[in-house]
């Protein structure tokens, strides 16, 4: 099974960047899908960016044209966070899936907080 580790998150002023990135290891299967989700306290975990191996990325509407999801195949996942807001701290878990049906694989989570 596939395992992931993120990193990247941290305290940024509100209008900064982070990087975000999820590495993969314990699996050579092809991951059909890799994807962001975030969780800020006593809300949803919610997909904020996602992309299938054969597709567009896709957004949730609030980051559209903020944040940018990249991968490397199967080995990482990137997110690239601009323009920072108050209401993007959260969170922030990598998920895969190696099919679309699959189940979603999580990874531990890296906090990201936007004060100034």
């Known amino acids: 099974q596939v395992q992931l580790e993120e990193s990247g998150g941290g305290l940024v002023q509100p209008g900064g960047s982070l990087r975000l990135s999820c590495t993969t290891s314990g699996s050579t299967t092809q991951l059909y899908y890799m994807g962001w989700y975030r969780q800020a306290p006593g809300k949803q975990r919610l997909q904020v960016a996602g992309m299938t191996i054969d597709g567009s990325p896709n957004y949730e509407y609030s980051v559209k044209d903020r944040f940018t999801i990249s991968r490397d195949g199967s080995k990482a996942v990137y997110l690239q966070m601009t323009s920072l807001k108050a209401e993007d701290p959260a969170v922030y878990y990598c998920?895969?899936?190696?099919?679309?049906?699959?189940?979603?694989?999580w990874g531990r989570g890296t906090q990201v907080t936007v004060s100034s």
């Open positions: 998920a895969t899936k190696e099919t679309w049906t699959g189940p979603i694989t």
